[in-house]
């Protein structure tokens, strides 16, 4: 079994900034491609970030320039550091990563339990 587990959201002012972290664990073969979704309340999840196991990376337009996706796959861990966090960016993030628990078996997504995150003064 593979059970990702994200940390680091929170209560944040407008401005500020908050790192997320979300680690897999369990039997990996190895850890792919992943990246951050989030959802608001009342919308549909959105991507956020994606990045590659070789560190090819891709971003909402409404993240560029603010949000850096990165990972450690010695750790099998990612994160996205955000900052000028506006209140526009308050939602629910989950993490997710397309891994391979055998050599020989193919990949399958999953999915983390989500943290939420909220910008408000």
């Known amino acids: 079994q593979v059970q990702l587990v994200e940390s680091g959201g929170g209560l944040v002012q407008p401005g500020g900034s908050l790192r997320l972290s979300c680690a897999a664990s369990g039997s990996i073969f190895s850890f792919n491609a992943a990246g951050w979704y989030r959802q608001a309340p009342g919308k549909q999840r959105e991507l956020v970030a994606g990045?590659?196991?070789?560190?090819?990376?891709n971003y909402a337009d409404s993240v560029k320039g603010r949000f850096t996706i990165s990972r450690d796959n010695a750790k099998n861990t990612v994160y996205l550091q955000m900052n000028s966090l506006k209140p526009e960016d308050t939602a629910v993030y989950y993490c997710y990563a397309q891994v391979k628990r055998f050599e020989f078996v193919s990949e399958f997504d999953y999915w983390g339990q989500g943290t939420q995150v909220t910008v408000s003064l």
């Open positions: 990045i590659t196991r070789g560190g090819s990376t």
